[in-house]
């Protein structure tokens, strides 16, 4: 596949990433319409495509993308967890792929998932109006880092909003609990689950003979890892449960093609949020007044440091009531 992403056309959404003979990855360029990474996998008469972006058009590349370089139609579509940013475009993929996760994800995308896509589709009015007071905010904001991460995050939202109108909610169409094997004539990956950490289920795509990881959010590189519905303690676990595997190389859900460092720089944020807020509360001061750790100031995602501070704080306030 390595040839022929030379010739490939190219996409506005992502910039492709050779692996491995049998991996190809796909890096959202920010502020377009991907904003979590994806993954093409070539079984040899089997495609496979993990993750399908947070728009149709990106998805719609995607796909392109993966029968260009693979010369198979997808498969098989693989979602990692239920957020938006990684299953909107599954729709692009259907009859011809089969959608697969854990039961769990697809009991959220066919509750929560819909319930929420059907709520924006009803307030696109209102949602207009944030991304515009967003925009004034931008204007104003004096940190150029965060300047540039709050447009891309915006520039984003309009992407999504520009196609809320023709996105047709899409569930996986096989599931799985712990394990789950596709074979193909070169190779075979493992579709595995430790329960949930970043969402109340996360998969992860597992090739042996590459020694590769498609890990979604349960890795970030160089970002904030996002707490929002997040067990910190169990995604601890779940990281100590992908260290056993025999991994070197990563594609994480958000950020730059990476290795088991990276899965150690989470582990390590992780700890060291629900440290500070443990220390926060125990001396009765408020977390508001904490900033960005010096080592994570260069990191993406940093709007959400305060909403992870607050997922934490709400966790350890109720475990003390």
């Not at 007071?133 to 984003?156: G, H, V, Y």
Request: aromatic share 8%; with cysteine.
């Amino acid at each position: 596949m390595k040839n022929r992403i030379e010739t490939f056309r190219g996409s506005e959404h992502f910039r492709l990433n050779h692996i491995a003979d049998s991996v190809i990855a796909a890096i959202a360029i920010p502020g377009t319409g991907s904003l979590g990474n994806a993954a093409i996998i070539d079984l040899g008469d089997t495609t496979v495509v993990v993750d399908t972006f947070s728009t149709i058009q990106a998805a719609e590349d995607l796909k392109a993308a993966a029968e260009y370089l693979t010369g198979n139609p997808v498969s098989y579509v693989i979602n990692t967890h239920w957020h938006s940013d990684h299953t909107s475009g599954n729709q692009v993929f259907i009859p011809t792929a089969q959608i697969i996760s854990t039961s769990t994800t697809r009991e959220i995308m066919d509750s929560f998932s819909r319930d929420r896509l059907t709520k924006y589709k009803e307030n696109m009015d209102q949602m207009y109006q944030a991304i515009d007071e967003l925009e004034e905010q931008i204007q104003q904001e004096t940190d150029e880092k965060l300047k540039r991460e709050m447009a891309w995050e915006n520039a984003s939202d309009r992407e999504f909003m520009k196609m809320l109108p023709n996105l047709v909610h899409s569930l996986p169409t096989i599931t799985f609990d712990q394990l789950m094997t596709i074979h193909g004539s070169n190779r075979s990956i493992q579709l595995i689950t430790f329960g949930g950490g970043h969402t109340q289920s996360d998969a992860i795509v597992y090739i042996p003979e590459d020694k590769i990881a498609v890990t979604g959010d349960l890795v970030l590189s160089k970002h904030h890892p996002v707490l929002t519905h997040a067990n910190p303690q169990e995604w601890l676990n779940i990281l100590e449960q992908v260290e056993l595997l025999d991994v070197e190389t990563i594609v994480p859900g958000h950020g730059e093609v990476c290795s088991l460092h990276e899965l150690h720089e989470v582990k390590g944020y992780i700890t060291n949020i629900m440290k500070i807020v443990t220390e926060a509360v125990q001396s009765n001061r408020s977390i508001d007044e904490i900033e960005v750790p010096k080592e994570y100031h260069d990191w993406y995602f940093t709007t959400y440091f305060k909403t992870n501070l607050s997922k934490v704080h709400a966790m350890i306030t109720k475990l003390e009531d």
